[in-house]
């Protein structure tokens, strides 16, 4: 599930996983499916190594769960839409502003040498991600 202050919706194309072996990805609705587990204690979780950018963990990112024979378990996992950062970076006509350094609220500067002008950020709290246009 997506978590947003609008409310709660369907994650699609998140990938999950059973043991950490098994993986499933989410449909459109968010659901996903692992049919024949074994009985027993499993957990269920976020696969984070495959986590797409645009998402951070939400509070659920791993579930316990005892699965019984001929009874559906359920478990419900989070997932948070990060947003974005746009900006252009100007200055007087005779000053470089290529390989500017700009601060994030983290107190971690933030330097891409080659984006020239304009740049697009993806603040993401494994990485940060860059689409220069200029």
């Known amino acids: 599930m997506e978590r947003l202050a609008t409310g709660n919706h369907p994650a699609e194309g998140v990938t ?6 098994l993986t ?3 449909d459109a609705e968010g ?3 692992f049919p024949e587990v074994a009985e027993g204690r499993h957990t269920v979780a976020l696969a984070l190594h495959e986590l797409p950018a645009e998402f951070e963990v939400g509070k659920n990112a791993e579930v316990a769960l005892l699965v019984l024979p001929s009874k559906p378990s359920r478990a419900e996992l989070d997932v948070v839409r990060l947003g974005t950062i ?3 970076v100007t200055g007087p006509k005779d000053v470089v502003v ?3 350094v700009i601060p994030n609220d983290a107190g971690r500067a933030i330097h ?5 002008r ?4 993806l603040q993401h709290a494994r990485r940060h991600l860059y689409d220069c246009r200029g």
Not at 112 to 116: E, M, N, S
């Open 24 to 26: 499933a990805m989410t």
């Open 16 to 21: 999950v996983s059973v043991d950490q072996h």
């Open 86 to 88: 746009q900006g252009k």
């Open 118 to 121: 304009q740049f697009h950020l």
């Open 98 to 100: 290529e390989g500017i």
């Open 112 to 116: 891409h040498p080659g984006c020239g």
């Open 31 to 33: 659901h996903f499916r």
